[in-house]
């Protein structure tokens, strides 16, 4: 029943947060019982700032708590990167954020560390130290900036991939591979002017930034007619991320927009 439920939730919040990077803040520790009631209010004031930074998507804590709840999963000792990866995997977060907060002398001092899911690194952590709530409220926009600097862009390409192009020229018809360690492999099938049709295959590597996608790939035929395929585009997915738009210039005639469809996932 446990399982049901997770996986019911899971499919909900993937759908719900496809449009960006999805993190989670979980609750802070504190080392001394007089910071206890502050930490709370502390973590609710960062993950409220997260809201209000593009291409963020944050998880509320309620969503967060249902899930540990169903999975009897104990909800503290958050600093743990092992433990952040396997809560993060659990509520389908791309990134988990930890935070801690200590007192020295009359100064507090907060910091956050954001987390990789699947990787479990730290990619990236923001500290500040203030001794009243104006002081936290005034650098706490800079301080949420810090938390999400360095975090990746999901890889929304991994999979299998379809897309065509015609011109005067040329019919190209597409299959592509995008896997998950930045390479690619790539068929192509091109009819020219004449009707006659070439197979091509091959591999190559692919990168991408939030606008930019670069497909670099040498395919050949089996008798040794090669081509090149050396793409750099700006690209526009789909809302549901099932297919995407690339501006193509083929060896012959203009650019022309290709979309892409997504036909399977990648092995």
């Not at 899911?117 to 730290?122: H, N």
């Not at 089996?222 to 210039?249: A, M, P």
């Amino acid at each position: 029943m446990k399982k049901l439920i997770l996986s019911t939730f899971i499919t909900f919040v993937a759908a719900l947060y496809l449009n960006a990077q999805t993190i989670a803040v979980l609750g802070f520790e504190a080392d001394s019982f007089n910071l206890e009631s502050r930490k709370g209010t502390m973590s609710n004031l960062l993950t409220d700032e997260l809201v209000g930074i593009d291409n963020i998507t944050v998880l509320e804590r309620s969503q967060i708590d249902k899930v540990l709840e169903e999975m009897d999963f104990q909800v503290s000792g958050y600093t743990d990167a092992k433990t952040a990866k396997t809560i993060g995997s659990m509520i389908n977060a791309d990134c988990i954020i930890t935070g801690s907060v200590a007192m020295f002398g009359d100064k507090m001092t907060v910091t956050a560390r954001t987390i990789e899911v699947e990787t479990a690194k730290i990619i990236s952590s923001a500290k500040m130290t203030c001794s009243t709530w104006s002081d936290f409220n005034r650098q706490l926009p800079q301080f949420a900036e810090d938390c999400v600097k360095k975090m990746p862009v999901p890889n929304r390409f991994s999979g299998v991939w379809q897309g065509s192009m015609t011109n005067d020229f040329l019919d190209d018809y597409y299959e592509i591979t995008f896997t998950k360690n930045n390479r690619c492999q790539i068929i192509l099938s091109t009819t020219d002017e004449f009707g006659d049709i070439t197979e091509l295959t091959g591999t190559g590597s692919y990168s991408y930034t939030k606008d930019i996608l670069r497909i670099n790939a040498r395919l050949a035929t089996e008798l040794g007619v090669s081509r090149k395929i050396n793409w750099l585009s700006s690209y526009h997915f789909s809302d549901d991320y099932s297919s995407f738009t690339i501006l193509v210039k083929p060896d012959k005639g203009s650019q022309e927009n290709v979309a892409f469809a997504k036909i399977g996932d990648a092995e």
